[in-house]
């Protein structure tokens, strides 16, 4: 099993930056596929991006893609998000999740982080 923590998430203006962390401990890191899903107030939790064990194959909601890039250090158990151009509408709790291969279905990520806040203020 794996466990995950996020960190870096805060209040930004419309238009600016965030740097999410998702850093996990376990062994078996190193092959797990890892995604990011995030739950707006009032809303369910929806897919943002996912990145493979290799680091090779990524994939993106496409109301973030372009904007957002996931990108992984195995060596540093690490993964991140990097978040530009924010929009009011990107405000939620982010978590980070792990699985098997990439899906934008939470059902297929059996660890969880506990989530991290990010406000966009327009």
């Known amino acids: 099993q794996v466990q995950l923590v996020e960190s870096g998430g805060g209040l930004v203006q419309a238009g600016g930056s965030l740097r999410l962390s998702c850093v996990a401990s376990?062994?078996?890191?190193?092959?797990?596929?890892i995604a990011w899903f995030r739950r707006a107030p009032g809303k369910e939790r929806e897919f943002v991006a996912a990145i493979s064990w290799s680091g090779d194959n990524t994939y993106y909601a496409d109301s973030v893609k372009g904007r957002f890039t996931v990108s992984r250090d195995n060596a540093k158990n690490t993964v991140w998000l990097q978040m530009n151009s924010l929009k009011a509408e990107d405000t939620a709790v982010y978590y980070c999740a792990a699985g098997w291969s990439i899906s934008t279905s939470l059902y297929d990520y059996n660890s969880w982080g506990q989530g991290t806040q990010v406000t966009v203020s327009s």
């Open positions: 376990g062994r078996t890191f190193s092959s797990k596929t």
